[in-house]
C-alpha cells in the first residue's frame, strides 16, 4: 500500500529532509585528495547527531556505517573505511536522516580533486537522468513515465541504467511502496497522486548494466569495472507536479 502523506507528515518530511541535504553541501567541502571515507562518515555521523536526529544507514539490516561512499566503479552501498580517495576518484555520498521519526534521503556524486574526463561524463549523465525523472512528475503521470525518461537520457549517452535497484516511497519508513525503477514504458505503472513521497536515484554506469556484489555483503560495483555515478532527491508529489524535498535552492522550481 502506497502511503498518501496528510499535512502534518510532509511538514516533518520537508524537515528531515532539508537536513539530509544541509549534511550533503557540509560535507562536499572535505571531500578531497586524502581523506578516507570513515572520516567523511565520522564527520557526518557527528553532524546529523548534533541536528538531533539519527543516520538511518547505522545498524540498517545490518549496515555497520552512517552513510554509504561509493568510489569509481562501486555503483552503491559502498561501506565507509580506511580507504582513501585520491585526486581523479569519484566518490557518491549517500546520506539519510531520521528527524522527528521521518526519514530524508539524498545523494550526490563527487569529484575527488581534479575531475577525470570520464568521471566527467558519467556525473553530468547521471545528474541529467535524475533531473529528467524528477521532471517527469507532472499531473497525470504514472510511475513507467519517470523510469522511461530516466532511461531515454541515459541510452542517449551511450551508459546503462542499473536494474536491481530503484528508488523507494519513504517516511515512517527509510523503505516504502512504491519501487521507483528507473527504466519502463510511458502511460504504464501507478498513477502518481498528490501526496506521495518517493526517491528518484538512477545508478548509471558508463559501460555495461551488470552488476556484482562484494565478499563484504554490500558494496555494489559494476561487473565490467566501468565507472558508476547516482544522485538522489527525495520528492513529494503536488497537485502542479513536485517538489524536490532535499534541494536547497530554486534548481527545481516548477
Ligand atoms: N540510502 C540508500 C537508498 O538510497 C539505502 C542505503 S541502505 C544501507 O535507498 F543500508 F546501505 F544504508
Ligand atoms: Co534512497
Ligand atoms: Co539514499
Redesign the pocket.
Known amino acids: 500500500m502506497i502511503h498518501i502523506k496528510t499535512a502534518e507528515e510532509i511538514t516533518a518530511m520537508r524537515q528531515t529532509c532539508r537536513l539530509a541535504a544541509e549534511t550533503l553541501l557540509m560535507i562536499a567541502s572535505h571531500v578531497a585528495h586524502g581523506i578516507t571515507t570513515q572520516e567523511l562518515n565520522d564527520i557526518c555521523h557527528d553532524f546529523i547527531v548534533s541536528q538531533g536526529a539519527i543516520p538511518s ?1 547505522l545498524n ?2 545490518g ?1 555497520p556505517k552512517s552513510i ?1 561512499t561509493s568510489v569509481n566503479q562501486q555503483v552503491c ?1 559502498g561501506i565507509p573505511g580506511k580507504r582513501i580517495l585520491k585526486t581523479g576518484d569519484i566518490v557518491n555520498i ?1 546520506i ?1 536522516t531520521c528527524l522527528n521519526g521521518f526519514h530524508g ?1 539524498t ?1 550526490k556524486t563527487f569529484h575527488v580533486g581534479k575531475p577525470s574526463p570520464k568521471g566527467i561524463k558519467i556525473c553530468q549523465v547521471a545528474k541529467a537522468c535524475l533531473d529528467a525523472g524528477i521532471r517527469a512528475v507532472t499531473p497525470g503521470a504514472r510511475l513507467g513515465d519517470i523510469g522511461n525518461a530516466i532511461e531515454q537520457v541515459a541510452l542517449a549517452n551511450h551508459c546503462s541504467v542499473v536494474r536491481e535497484y530503484c528508488g ?1 516511497g519513504i517516511g515512517r519508513d527509510f ?1 516504502e511502496e512504491p519501487a521507483v525503477l528507473h527504466y519502463g514504458r510511458p502511460h504504464t505503472g501507478t498513477p502518481l497522486q498528490p501526496g506521495m513521497i518517493f ?1 528518484i ?1 538512477p545508478m548509471i554506469n558508463l559501460g555495461k548494466a551488470e552488476i556484482r556484489h562484494l565478499p563484504d555483503g ?1 558494496t555494489v560495483v559494476t561487473r565490467d569495472h566501468s565507472l558508476s555515478a547516482q544522485f ?1 532527491h527525495t520528492i513529494l508529489v503536488t497537485e502542479n507536479g513536485f517538489e524536490v524535498l532535499t534541494s536547497l535552492d530554486d534548481e527545481y522550481r516548477n
Do not use: A
Open positions: 544507514p540498517y539490516r549496515f554509504c552501498h549517500d539519510t534521503d545523494s523507494h523503505h526517491t536515484e554490500w538522489e
